[in-house]
């Protein structure tokens, strides 16, 4: 509904329509855009350009601005670790306050966007974010959207909550104590120089973790038993394995992860690259057998896995399977 009201009058109303300031010589174009919300502050500009009376748009009860709207969608997805942007033509934006694993519940944002005239719009899941990463934005299609349908996003939010899932948070890094065990006899034996522990330790720093120590063996099943639990007693809480993964007979690296007494969780994954990673836990240390893509390709099953570990998740099977969807990444 529109009605001409004195400028004084209008404060809490809504614009239906752009208004122009011209200034002869210097601007012309936009002083307030449409659905502007007019506050007591907005007064003297209106004035300026000459507006004593104005049209504005009353809001009917069960209808709610875009912004406030936007606002609330906002303030119902938010958890741990984020911060909200103010409300700008209909929009709000959630973001990161840390260097975390960001957690988005997908069920949830796939309901919500179900809903007619309300939108949620994210990043994926475990995806390693920085401080001021966007996370979330969120919106409705229409100037004026009836309030239902936000409630109805609100409850949602509140019944999934009540389920025990997490709509959306940051999950910070922990600083894990890290052992590396370098396999094979070229490297061993100063053939070659080892190429992987320095791309692991610069992944693993970058999470805010640290390589406490690393050590070289051959080739050979009881000498990674014997490392393995070496580092076990030093209290490491990731143990990391490079190299001898692949299924040629000398390649003992995963008979020897086993052979340690770990829990497999997983030889292999469906992503490529980091097909032939191995996933395993000796007690509650989660032990890593690396493929030699680690060392050459950017972006591997490592370093999807990695991050999630050092923000302290267990990796299950149903984890490894869900790679697959998207886990192309090999020309």
């Given at each position: 509904?529109?009605?001409?009201?004195?400028?004084?009058?209008?404060?809490?109303?809504?614009?239906?329509?752009?208004?122009?300031?011209?200034?002869?010589?210097?601007?012309?174009?936009?002083?307030?855009?449409?659905?502007?919300?007019?506050?007591?502050?907005?007064?003297?500009?209106?004035?300026?350009?000459?507006?004593?009376?104005?049209?504005?748009?009353?809001?009917?009860?069960?209808?709610?601005?875009?912004?406030?709207?936007?606002?609330?969608?906002?303030?119902?997805?938010?958890?741990?670790?984020?911060?909200?942007?103010?409300?700008?033509?209909?929009?709000?934006?959630?973001?990161?306050?840390?260097?975390?694993?960001?957690?988005?519940?997908?069920?949830?944002?796939?309901?919500?966007?179900?809903?007619?005239?309300?939108?949620?719009?994210?990043?994926?899941?475990?995806?390693?974010?920085?401080?001021?990463?966007?996370?979330?934005?969120?919106?409705?299609?229409?100037?004026?959207?009836?309030?239902?349908?936000?409630?109805?996003?609100?409850?949602?939010?509140?019944?999934?909550?009540?389920?025990?899932?997490?709509?959306?948070e940051v999950k910070p890094f922990r600083k894990l104590r890290v052992g590396v065990i370098t396999t094979g006899s070229e490297v061993f034996k100063g053939r070659i120089k080892d190429?992987?522990?320095?791309?692991?330790?610069?992944?693993?720093?970058?999470?805010?973790?640290?390589?406490?120590d690393q050590r070289y063996v051959l080739d050979d099943g009881e000498a990674i038993v014997g490392e393995i639990h070496a580092l076990l007693a030093q209290g490491v809480d990731l143990?990391?394995?490079t190299g001898g993964m692949s299924v040629d007979p000398d390649d003992r690296t995963p008979g020897a992860i086993k052979q340690a007494g770990a829990r497999i969780v997983s030889y292999?994954?469906?992503?490529?690259?980091?097909?032939?990673?191995?996933?395993?836990?000796?007690?509650?240390?989660?032990?890593?057998?690396?493929?030699?893509?680690?060392?050459?390709?950017?972006?591997?099953?490592?370093?999807?896995?990695?991050?999630?570990?050092?923000?302290?998740?267990?990796?299950?099977?149903?984890?490894?399977?869900?790679?697959?969807?998207?886990?192309?990444?090999?020309?």
């Amino acid at each position: 509904m529109l009605r001409e009201v004195k400028v004084e009058d209008a404060i809490g109303m809504i614009l239906p329509h752009d208004l122009t300031q011209i200034l002869p010589g210097e601007f012309k174009g936009r002083l307030f855009r449409k659905g502007h919300q007019v506050t007591e502050a907005d007064i003297p500009a209106l004035l300026s350009i000459g507006k004593e009376h104005i049209y504005v748009m009353e809001l009917q009860p069960g209808y709610l601005h875009e912004d406030e709207a936007a606002l609330r969608m906002a303030q119902a997805v938010a958890g741990n670790n984020v911060s909200l942007t103010e409300p700008h033509e209909g929009k709000v934006n959630v973001k990161s306050t840390i260097h975390g694993l960001a957690k988005v519940d997908k069920i949830f944002i796939d309901r919500v966007n179900e809903i007619d005239e309300v939108v949620l719009s994210t990043i994926r899941t475990n995806v390693v974010v920085q401080p001021g990463a966007s996370l979330i934005g969120t919106r409705v299609i229409p100037l004026i959207v009836d309030e239902a349908r936000v409630e109805a996003v609100e409850r949602l939010a509140a019944a999934r909550k009540d389920e025990g899932f997490t709509l959306l948070e940051v999950k910070p890094f922990r600083k894990l104590r890290v052992g590396v065990i370098t396999t094979g006899s070229e490297v061993f034996k100063g053939r070659i120089k080892d190429k992987f522990g320095p791309v692991v330790k610069e992944k693993v720093a970058e999470l805010g973790s640290e390589v406490v120590d690393q050590r070289y063996v051959l080739d050979d099943g009881e000498a990674i038993v014997g490392e393995i639990h070496a580092l076990l007693a030093q209290g490491v809480d990731l143990i990391l394995v490079t190299g001898g993964m692949s299924v040629d007979p000398d390649d003992r690296t995963p008979g020897a992860i086993k052979q340690a007494g770990a829990r497999i969780v997983s030889y292999g994954t469906p992503m490529l690259p980091g097909s032939m990673l191995m996933i395993a836990y000796l007690g509650d240390v989660p032990i890593m057998g690396l493929p030699g893509c680690v060392m050459h390709d950017p972006y591997t099953s490592f370093d999807v896995l990695l991050p999630r570990i050092c923000a302290g998740e267990e990796i299950v099977r149903s984890d490894i399977t869900e790679m697959g969807y998207g886990g192309f990444y090999q020309c």
